[in-house]
């Protein structure tokens, strides 16, 4: 078996804990809320890493310093133009892209244009406009785009896919999908660069696209319309949670951090340090002089913020079913309620924990309710790793080969199916905006016919 060659665009807590660490069997720590898993996998022998192409040089210098095992060369260092030169220097088999969502694009049609394969966090792209430029290039390139819609792999999510699948709940006619991100784990994407529609495609894309993803997937199939209502809530310069004086003057600094509820409620997570001038620091230590540079104030209330926090939305789809999703991020707990219910029965479950991690629900169970018939609840075996176990999964259905549920389920992620779920999150916010229903169609065009 030939070790594949893998060059990673993007040196983020993801890039790392997902994708280097296991290239370079290095351990990845512990569970942290917002997803990243302890890592204790080595696939070394089955893929080494070249190249990383990242802006930041300082922080792939620290990388190269502090986390390259003993014996191990030190990574090369691309920045973002020079991608091409590190193809023909370092010759990866397969570009990993990790970085922030509205550099996917560029990554992504540099290699196809190489003919160099492509793995690429979700979402595939922000917008659906460079969603269909992505499919265009790969009709025309020898590579792939497979995308990490990583939550396909969680196994209680595997086994929904079957019984809906095997008919459990008959024609699907709707499926309720209520999401809520806490106040620690909410708050964080608007002290960082997703707060800014450019550079993330909203909230709707950028977390989203997780569950769009994943109802079509469960009903094998596409949204066709979509009507939505959303808005700031919690975050922004007019949040009802900002810190003002009695004459309701606004606060900065160490007087704002002092009174703002959620700078309180963050102690300890590592979102955003306690003081300003200091590095903000990472997974594994690792800090972001270019990204965030030390002395660079971010409050949850900067006029900057120009996404949404909250959305409500109905969509249809192409066999007649249609989904209630709801998300918002500021609640009191994490985690989402689900029924899909259908000609023959329903399906229920519900998986979720407080910020302090005590558990909500019993996210190792389905509830079947066979229309004529007794309840049943199916156990799910669960499996630890971030995201719910799924990353571990993932991971070896990548750098390994793709486990016999993965060719059952259909679980790694094509371009268009990661294009659908894009243009699906865009098609919320753009309701949202203009007060009407969108077709995918208008976003996707004859995409959908794929």
């Known amino acids: 078996m030939s070790r594949r060659r893998y060059a990673v665009c993007g040196l983020s807590n993801r890039g790392?804990?997902?994708?280097?660490?296991?290239?370079?069997?290095?351990?990845?720590?512990?569970?942290?809320?917002?997803?990243?898993?302890?890592?204790?996998?080595?696939?070394?022998?089955?893929?080494?890493?070249?190249?990383?192409?990242?802006?930041?040089?300082?922080?792939?210098?620290?990388?190269?310093?502090?986390?390259?095992?003993?014996?191990?060369p030190?990574?090369?260092?691309?920045?973002?133009?020079?991608?091409g030169a590190m193809i023909e220097q370092d010759r990866p088999d397969t570009v990993i892209v990790a970085s922030p969502d509205h550099t996917h694009t560029d990554y992504i049609l540099a290699a196809l244009e190489r003919g160099v394969d492509v793995i690429t966090e979700k979402p595939m792209v922000t917008t659906a406009a460079d969603a269909r430029r992505v499919l265009a290039a790969e009709r025309a390139s020898p590579a792939n785009v497979l995308v990490t819609h990583n939550l396909r792999y969680v196994r209680r999510h595997q086994q929904i896919k079957r019984l809906v699948?095997?008919?459990?709940?008959?024609?699907?006619?709707?499926?309720?999908?209520?999401?809520?991100?806490?106040?620690?784990?909410?708050?964080?994407?608007?002290l960082r660069w997703n707060r800014r529609r450019a550079l993330s495609g909203g909230l709707s894309v950028h977390k989203g696209a997780h569950h769009l993803d994943l109802v079509s997937w469960w009903l094998d199939d596409v949204p066709e319309r979509v009507y939505a209502v959303g808005g700031r809530s919690y975050y922004g310069p007019?949040?009802?949670?900002?810190?003002r004086s009695a004459d309701g003057t606004t606060?900065?600094?160490?007087?704002?951090?002092?009174?703002?509820?959620?700078?309180?409620?963050?102690?300890?997570?590592?979102?955003?340090?306690?003081?300003?001038?200091?590095?903000?620091?990472?997974?594994?230590?690792?800090?972001?002089p270019h990204q965030y540079p030390a002395g660079r104030e971010m409050y949850l209330y900067d006029d900057e913020i120009d996404?949404?926090?909250?959305?409500?939305?109905?969509?249809?789809?192409?066999?007649?079913?249609?989904?209630?999703?709801?998300?918002?991020f500021s609640s009191p707990w994490e985690g989402y309620r689900l029924v899909i219910n259908g000609t023959h029965g329903q399906l229920e479950t519900m998986s979720g924990r407080l910020p302090d991690g005590t558990p909500l629900g019993d996210s190792s169970s389905i509830i079947y309710r066979p229309l004529f018939g007794e309840p049943e609840t199916i156990e799910v075996q669960t499996v630890t790793g971030g995201h719910g176990g799924a990353d571990p999964l993932m991971r070896r259905d990548i750098f390994v080969e793709p486990s016999a549920a993965s060719r059952e389920l259909g679980l790694a992620a094509s371009s268009l199916e990661g294009a659908v779920a894009v243009a699906a999150g865009e098609a919320i916010w753009r309701s949202s905006a203009e007060g009407r229903v969108i077709e995918l169609r208008e976003l996707l065009g004859e995409e959908l016919d794929g």
């Open 16 to 72: 790392v804990t997902s994708f280097v660490c296991p290239l370079l069997g290095v351990r990845a720590g512990e569970d942290t809320e917002l997803g990243f898993g302890a890592n204790h996998e080595d696939y070394s022998s089955h893929g080494g890493l070249v190249a990383v192409v990242d802006p930041d040089k300082e922080r792939v210098a620290q990388f190269n310093a502090e986390l390259i095992p003993p014996g191990h």
């Open 165 to 190: 699948r095997d008919g459990a709940v008959g024609r699907p006619t709707y499926v309720t999908l209520e999401y809520h991100v806490d106040i620690r784990h909410g708050a964080s994407y608007f």
């Open 251 to 288: 606060y900065s600094g160490r007087e704002l951090r002092a009174r703002d509820p959620y700078f309180r409620a963050q102690v300890g997570s590592g979102a955003f340090p306690d003081d300003a001038a200091t590095d903000r620091v990472g997974f594994l230590g690792l800090t972001y």
């Open 74 to 83: 030190r990574v090369p260092w691309y920045p973002p133009d020079q991608f």
């Open 307 to 328: 996404i949404e926090d909250t959305y409500s939305s109905l969509l249809s789809y192409s066999n007649g079913a249609s989904l209630s999703y709801t998300i918002d």
């Open 238 to 243: 007019d949040s009802p949670h900002r810190p």
